[in-house]
Protein backbone atom coordinates (compact mmCIF):
# COMPACT_ATOMS: atom_id res chain seq x y z
CA UNK A 1 0.00 0.00 0.00
CA UNK A 2 1.28 3.58 0.11
CA UNK A 3 2.39 5.80 2.83
CA UNK A 4 2.01 9.50 2.80
CA UNK A 5 2.84 12.21 5.25
CA UNK A 6 2.70 15.82 4.86
CA UNK A 7 5.74 16.34 7.48
CA UNK A 8 8.96 14.94 8.23
CA UNK A 9 9.12 11.03 8.91
CA UNK A 10 9.01 10.04 12.23
CA UNK A 11 7.11 9.72 15.57
CA UNK A 12 7.86 11.22 19.34
CA UNK A 13 7.62 8.65 22.17
CA UNK A 14 6.43 5.93 19.43
CA UNK A 15 5.94 2.14 20.44
CA UNK A 16 8.70 -0.01 19.65
CA UNK A 17 7.97 -1.43 16.94
CA UNK A 18 6.26 1.09 15.30
CA UNK A 19 7.28 1.66 11.36
CA UNK A 20 8.00 4.28 10.98
CA UNK A 21 8.67 5.59 14.05
CA UNK A 22 11.74 4.69 16.94
CA UNK A 23 13.21 2.00 18.19
CA UNK A 24 13.60 3.08 22.09
CA UNK A 25 12.80 6.76 22.91
CA UNK A 26 11.84 9.74 21.62
CA UNK A 27 14.71 11.31 23.19
CA UNK A 28 17.43 9.93 21.15
CA UNK A 29 15.50 8.31 18.15
CA UNK A 30 12.99 9.95 17.27
CA UNK A 31 12.47 10.12 13.49
CA UNK A 32 13.30 6.49 12.19
CA UNK A 33 11.57 4.63 9.11
CA UNK A 34 11.76 1.13 8.24
CA UNK A 35 10.83 -0.49 5.02
CA UNK A 36 10.36 -4.29 5.18
CA UNK A 37 8.88 -5.29 2.15
CA UNK A 38 9.77 -8.53 0.75
CA UNK A 39 8.91 -7.15 -2.61
CA UNK A 40 9.41 -4.74 -5.58
CA UNK A 41 7.99 -1.16 -4.25
CA UNK A 42 8.73 2.60 -5.14
CA UNK A 43 9.39 5.24 -2.16
CA UNK A 44 9.01 8.63 -3.73
CA UNK A 45 10.58 11.47 -1.36
CA UNK A 46 7.87 14.55 -2.13
CA UNK A 47 9.28 16.46 0.78
CA UNK A 48 12.79 17.36 2.09
CA UNK A 49 12.74 15.02 5.16
CA UNK A 50 15.95 15.91 7.65
CA UNK A 51 16.67 14.89 11.25
CA UNK A 52 16.52 11.29 10.65
CA UNK A 53 18.47 8.70 12.76
CA UNK A 54 17.51 5.46 11.30
CA UNK A 55 16.91 4.68 7.88
CA UNK A 56 16.56 0.82 7.30
CA UNK A 57 16.05 -0.75 4.13
CA UNK A 58 15.74 -4.04 5.93
CA UNK A 59 13.31 -7.00 4.69
CA UNK A 60 13.58 -10.43 6.80
CA UNK A 61 15.76 -13.27 6.80
CA UNK A 62 15.88 -15.44 3.69
CA UNK A 63 13.91 -12.97 1.62
CA UNK A 64 14.63 -10.61 -1.35
CA UNK A 65 13.24 -6.83 -2.22
CA UNK A 66 13.92 -4.22 -4.60
CA UNK A 67 13.55 -0.89 -3.86
CA UNK A 68 13.66 2.15 -5.97
CA UNK A 69 14.19 5.46 -3.52
CA UNK A 70 13.27 8.42 -5.83
CA UNK A 71 14.24 11.79 -4.27
CA UNK A 72 12.52 14.06 -7.17
CA UNK A 73 13.86 17.54 -5.95
CA UNK A 74 14.10 16.34 -2.54
CA UNK A 75 16.49 15.35 0.30
CA UNK A 76 17.24 13.80 3.27
CA UNK A 77 19.18 14.19 5.33
CA UNK A 78 20.41 12.80 9.30
CA UNK A 79 20.48 14.69 12.19
CA UNK A 80 24.23 16.43 12.19
CA UNK A 81 24.70 16.66 16.07
CA UNK A 82 25.17 12.28 16.64
CA UNK A 83 27.41 9.52 15.26
CA UNK A 84 24.25 6.86 15.75
CA UNK A 85 22.73 7.59 12.74
CA UNK A 86 22.56 4.54 10.82
CA UNK A 87 21.67 3.90 6.91
CA UNK A 88 21.07 -0.03 6.49
CA UNK A 89 20.47 -1.72 3.47
CA UNK A 90 20.14 -5.41 3.58
CA UNK A 91 19.96 -6.27 7.73
CA UNK A 92 18.91 -9.56 8.09
CA UNK A 93 20.95 -12.57 7.52
CA UNK A 94 20.24 -14.86 4.10
CA UNK A 95 18.68 -11.90 2.89
CA UNK A 96 18.80 -9.52 -0.03
CA UNK A 97 17.93 -6.29 -0.78
CA UNK A 98 18.67 -3.90 -3.52
CA UNK A 99 18.11 -0.27 -3.58
CA UNK A 100 18.41 2.15 -6.43
CA UNK A 101 19.03 5.50 -5.81
CA UNK A 102 18.23 8.82 -7.71
CA UNK A 103 17.45 12.41 -7.62
CA UNK A 104 15.93 14.81 -10.50
CA UNK A 105 19.12 15.08 -12.83
CA UNK A 106 20.97 18.77 -12.58
CA UNK A 107 19.12 18.98 -9.11
CA UNK A 108 22.21 18.92 -6.57
CA UNK A 109 20.01 19.12 -3.40
CA UNK A 110 18.40 15.91 -4.81
CA UNK A 111 20.71 13.75 -2.21
CA UNK A 112 21.46 11.75 0.99
CA UNK A 113 23.21 13.89 4.30
CA UNK A 114 24.33 11.31 6.78
CA UNK A 115 26.27 13.85 8.45
CA UNK A 116 28.57 12.56 11.00
CA UNK A 117 26.25 8.50 10.61
CA UNK A 118 26.99 5.38 9.00
CA UNK A 119 25.65 3.63 6.06
CA UNK A 120 25.74 -0.40 5.78
CA UNK A 121 25.41 -2.02 2.91
CA UNK A 122 25.14 -5.82 3.50
CA UNK A 123 24.41 -5.77 7.50
CA UNK A 124 23.89 -9.33 8.11
CA UNK A 125 22.42 -10.00 4.52
CA UNK A 126 23.29 -9.05 0.83
CA UNK A 127 22.76 -5.68 0.41
CA UNK A 128 22.99 -2.95 -2.90
CA UNK A 129 23.24 0.26 -3.46
CA UNK A 130 23.00 1.82 -6.60
CA UNK A 131 23.51 5.64 -7.16
CA UNK A 132 22.74 6.55 -10.62
CA UNK A 133 22.05 10.49 -10.14
CA UNK A 134 22.50 12.29 -6.69
CA UNK A 135 24.44 13.00 -4.31
CA UNK A 136 25.33 11.01 -1.26
CA UNK A 137 28.10 12.85 1.82
CA UNK A 138 28.82 10.98 4.25
CA UNK A 139 30.76 12.70 7.39
CA UNK A 140 31.17 9.59 9.64
CA UNK A 141 31.85 6.22 7.96
CA UNK A 142 30.59 3.48 4.97
CA UNK A 143 31.06 -0.39 5.58
CA UNK A 144 30.44 -2.99 3.02
CA UNK A 145 30.05 -6.47 4.41
CA UNK A 146 29.86 -5.64 8.34
CA UNK A 147 29.16 -9.48 9.59
CA UNK A 148 30.29 -12.83 9.17
CA UNK A 149 28.24 -13.80 5.84
CA UNK A 150 27.59 -10.32 4.66
CA UNK A 151 28.01 -8.99 1.58
CA UNK A 152 27.56 -5.49 0.45
CA UNK A 153 27.76 -3.94 -3.36
CA UNK A 154 27.95 -0.15 -4.09
CA UNK A 155 27.70 1.22 -7.25
CA UNK A 156 28.35 4.69 -7.85
CA UNK A 157 27.65 5.42 -12.07
CA UNK A 158 26.89 8.41 -14.47
CA UNK A 159 27.89 11.76 -14.18
CA UNK A 160 25.45 13.13 -11.95
CA UNK A 161 26.00 10.40 -9.58
CA UNK A 162 28.44 11.96 -6.63
CA UNK A 163 29.69 9.94 -3.38
CA UNK A 164 31.27 12.30 -0.67
CA UNK A 165 32.50 9.89 2.46
CA UNK A 166 35.14 9.86 5.12
CA UNK A 167 36.29 6.54 5.47
CA UNK A 168 35.22 3.74 3.59
CA UNK A 169 35.91 0.18 4.57
CA UNK A 170 35.16 -2.46 2.02
CA UNK A 171 35.03 -6.35 3.40
CA UNK A 172 36.55 -5.22 6.58
CA UNK A 173 34.91 -8.92 8.35
CA UNK A 174 37.17 -11.94 8.27
CA UNK A 175 34.22 -14.25 7.49
CA UNK A 176 32.85 -11.38 4.87
CA UNK A 177 33.78 -12.38 1.10
CA UNK A 178 32.58 -10.50 -2.05
CA UNK A 179 32.30 -7.15 -1.16
CA UNK A 180 32.33 -4.53 -4.45
CA UNK A 181 32.32 -1.08 -5.32
CA UNK A 182 31.97 0.05 -8.81
CA UNK A 183 32.42 3.27 -9.85
CA UNK A 184 31.31 4.12 -13.64
CA UNK A 185 29.76 5.95 -16.44
CA UNK A 186 31.88 9.67 -15.61
CA UNK A 187 30.53 9.30 -11.76
CA UNK A 188 32.68 10.93 -8.57
CA UNK A 189 33.91 9.13 -5.43
CA UNK A 190 36.05 11.41 -3.00
CA UNK A 191 37.17 10.63 0.40
CA UNK A 192 38.18 12.89 2.82
CA UNK A 193 39.92 10.30 5.29
CA UNK A 194 41.22 6.73 4.61
CA UNK A 195 39.45 3.89 2.01
CA UNK A 196 39.85 0.56 2.86
CA UNK A 197 39.72 -2.45 0.65
CA UNK A 198 39.84 -5.77 2.29
CA UNK A 199 40.84 -4.69 5.81
CA UNK A 200 39.69 -1.93 9.14
CA UNK A 201 40.58 -0.54 11.77
CA UNK A 202 40.12 -3.84 13.74
CA UNK A 203 40.20 -6.94 11.16
CA UNK A 204 40.71 -7.83 7.29
CA UNK A 205 38.31 -9.52 4.28
CA UNK A 206 39.37 -11.35 1.42
CA UNK A 207 37.91 -11.38 -2.17
CA UNK A 208 36.88 -7.66 -2.07
CA UNK A 209 36.76 -5.75 -5.61
CA UNK A 210 36.90 -2.15 -6.24
CA UNK A 211 36.08 -1.42 -10.16
CA UNK A 212 37.32 2.34 -11.29
CA UNK A 213 36.36 2.50 -14.36
CA UNK A 214 34.88 4.37 -17.77
CA UNK A 215 36.63 8.04 -17.00
CA UNK A 216 35.27 7.65 -13.39
CA UNK A 217 37.42 10.06 -10.62
CA UNK A 218 38.28 8.95 -7.48
CA UNK A 219 40.17 11.30 -4.77
CA UNK A 220 41.42 10.28 -2.33
CA UNK A 221 42.15 13.59 0.35
CA UNK A 222 43.70 11.97 3.03
CA UNK A 223 45.75 8.46 4.00
CA UNK A 224 46.89 5.95 3.90
CA UNK A 225 44.91 4.03 1.24
CA UNK A 226 44.79 -0.09 1.82
CA UNK A 227 44.31 -2.91 -0.47
CA UNK A 228 44.48 -5.70 1.64
CA UNK A 229 46.51 -4.19 4.97
CA UNK A 230 46.64 -7.08 6.67
CA UNK A 231 47.14 -9.53 3.26
CA UNK A 232 49.25 -11.76 1.23
CA UNK A 233 48.12 -11.94 -2.05
CA UNK A 234 46.99 -8.44 -3.73
CA UNK A 235 47.20 -6.61 -7.51
CA UNK A 236 46.47 -3.22 -8.04
CA UNK A 237 45.66 -3.32 -12.03
CA UNK A 238 45.80 0.02 -13.99
CA UNK A 239 44.60 -0.66 -16.96
CA UNK A 240 44.35 2.05 -19.78
CA UNK A 241 43.82 4.49 -16.28
CA UNK A 242 46.18 6.51 -13.74
CA UNK A 243 47.57 5.53 -10.77
CA UNK A 244 48.60 9.14 -9.35
CA UNK A 245 51.54 9.60 -6.98
CA UNK A 246 51.05 6.32 -5.01
CA UNK A 247 53.47 4.53 -2.59
CA UNK A 248 53.74 1.20 -2.61
CA UNK A 249 54.78 -0.26 1.01
CA UNK A 250 53.66 -2.00 3.81
CA UNK A 251 53.63 -3.40 7.43
CA UNK A 252 53.67 -6.93 9.33
CA UNK A 253 50.68 -7.88 10.33
CA UNK A 254 48.83 -11.02 10.19
CA UNK A 255 48.34 -12.38 6.87
CA UNK A 256 44.59 -12.94 6.87
CA UNK A 257 43.16 -11.09 3.93
CA UNK A 258 43.98 -12.41 0.23
CA UNK A 259 42.52 -12.03 -3.05
CA UNK A 260 41.59 -7.91 -2.85
CA UNK A 261 41.78 -6.29 -6.27
CA UNK A 262 41.42 -2.36 -7.07
CA UNK A 263 41.06 -2.27 -10.63
CA UNK A 264 41.43 1.09 -12.71
CA UNK A 265 40.04 1.01 -16.33
CA UNK A 266 38.95 2.38 -19.20
CA UNK A 267 40.30 6.09 -18.53
CA UNK A 268 39.06 5.89 -14.80
CA UNK A 269 41.52 7.66 -12.69
CA UNK A 270 42.65 7.26 -8.63
CA UNK A 271 43.76 10.33 -7.84
CA UNK A 272 46.36 9.77 -4.48
CA UNK A 273 46.93 13.40 -3.41
CA UNK A 274 47.42 15.85 -6.50
CA UNK A 275 47.08 19.01 -5.55
CA UNK A 276 47.47 19.25 -2.28
CA UNK A 277 50.49 19.73 0.22
CA UNK A 278 51.70 15.78 -0.49
CA UNK A 279 50.51 12.51 -1.81
CA UNK A 280 49.65 10.23 0.71
CA UNK A 281 50.32 6.28 1.31
CA UNK A 282 49.04 4.23 -0.55
CA UNK A 283 49.82 0.58 1.13
CA UNK A 284 49.13 -2.95 -0.78
CA UNK A 285 49.46 -6.20 1.48
CA UNK A 286 51.69 -6.53 4.82
CA UNK A 287 55.55 -6.38 5.09
CA UNK A 288 55.81 -9.73 3.04
CA UNK A 289 53.10 -9.90 0.05
CA UNK A 290 53.52 -11.22 -3.05
CA UNK A 291 52.54 -7.51 -4.91
CA UNK A 292 51.65 -7.67 -8.42
CA UNK A 293 51.46 -3.92 -9.88
CA UNK A 294 50.23 -3.99 -13.51
CA UNK A 295 51.01 -0.71 -15.32
CA UNK A 296 48.90 0.44 -18.21
Do not use: E
Request: glycine share 16%; proline share 3%; aromatic share 8%.
Amino acid sequence: GNWSNGGNWGTTNGIVGDYPGNIADGATYNASAYFTNAATYNVVVDVFTDNLTNLFFSNSQGTAATVTLDLDNNGLAFASSTTANTWVIGDGSNSTTTVYMAGTPGNVGAGVNLGLGQIVIGRSGNGTLIVTNGIVTIVGSSVLGNNAGAQGTLIVSGPGAFWNDHTTTVGGDSNSFGNMIIVSNSASMVFSSTPRVGSSSGGAGSSNNYFIIDHAYVNCLAGPGSLGDRASTNTLIANGGNVTNGYLGGYATTPIAINNYIIIKNGGVWDNGTGSAHPHSFVIGDANPVISLIPS
